[in-house]
């Protein structure tokens, strides 16, 4: 908002916030993937002078991993409580510099997205929803207190930081190839002050690395742990939130999974200790063998994936039945024996669709009697990725283009 003396560029996000409600969301999404109409605010773009080699790049992208390497470049806005956000650039990579002080370090103040750029066969790059994950990324910031970023800063810097490590999406052999360029944004309560109140200076930044399929194994079915001591979310709580808190508290629960040979870990409910909820970094569905289609229901201990929702969708173009609701333990456990349930999966932007083989307890193992045969998953995922990758029609309009 403007204030008295507030300098000219808080006056032009003033007026550029008011552009958006102008255009209609179809408008938007073809404006903002076009790079005209809506005006944001421009990247002031500092290169390295000491890029990574051409071909010491290519060898990363040959076989990137998960998170290991980053690009040349990181996207950075500012904001202060006087000036708002400003001073949108695009910088080289590296260390940052933090007051040990700053609000971060000490009270987690902080909140961040995943989100992917995937090249298409035409050398073209694009990005799946990226107003999906700018609508979370506020929603996530109203609840940790964090200033809010509009749809053209939080595209513009994926833009702006795209423009320049474009070389650092990986380009896939085939179908079967899952690469991508990983982007990160994050936003870091910054201030140098030791007191419990929400930080009046905060740095937003987007990194990129390069990302090979997220599970190893690729589409191989993963066992999950149950945690039934720790929880990952209590009502009220910042469960819908996507801030480091949350995922430093499933770490205890993510080494037992380890311990038992399981990748991922399922949390219940806190309040009754009955009701799934998701894992600790995938939401979860239930195939039913009358075609439903079943996730638990969106409460505010859960995250509402982008990948979640789009699954939705396209389960009703499959012909499957989708059904937002509470499913307990009991259910998955009955449901697996009776041969009710013929399969479940977990789904997000890192791992896509991931069946899952088992449920691994303090006391039982639950499988699929028939052994599930991941006929939807493996049919939701190749239709997903077709999406993604430009191989099949952008039909509901979820792309993107970077460059
Ligand atoms: C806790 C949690 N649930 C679900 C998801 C899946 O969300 P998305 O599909 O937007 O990646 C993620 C990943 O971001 C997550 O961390």
Redesign the pocket.
Known sequence: MERPGAPDNARRYFYVSLLPSLFTPALRRWALAENTLVPSATFQTQPSNLPTADNIRDSILEAPGFGIHFSDHMAHIRWTLDEGWHAHGVRPYGPLTLDPAAAVLHYGQEIFE?IKAYRHADGSVWTFRPE??AE?FRKSARRLALPELSDEDFIGAIKALLAQDHGWVPTPADAADECSLYLRPFMIASEAFLGVRPSHEVDFYVIASPAAAYFKGGVEPVSIWLSSHYKRAAPGGTGFA?CGG??AASLAAQKQAEAQHCSQVAFLDAAENRWIE??????LFFVFKDGRLVTPRLTDT??E????DSVLTLAKDEGLTPEERSISLDEWREGAASGEITEVFA????AVITPVSELVTEDERIRLSAGGDNAVAKRLRTKLLDLQYGRSEDTHGWLTRLV
């Open positions: 995943g999906k994950n979370r996507k949350n995922y998701e894992l600790g970094g995938m939401n859960i995250l994936g982008v990948t979640r789904c997000g932007t890192a």
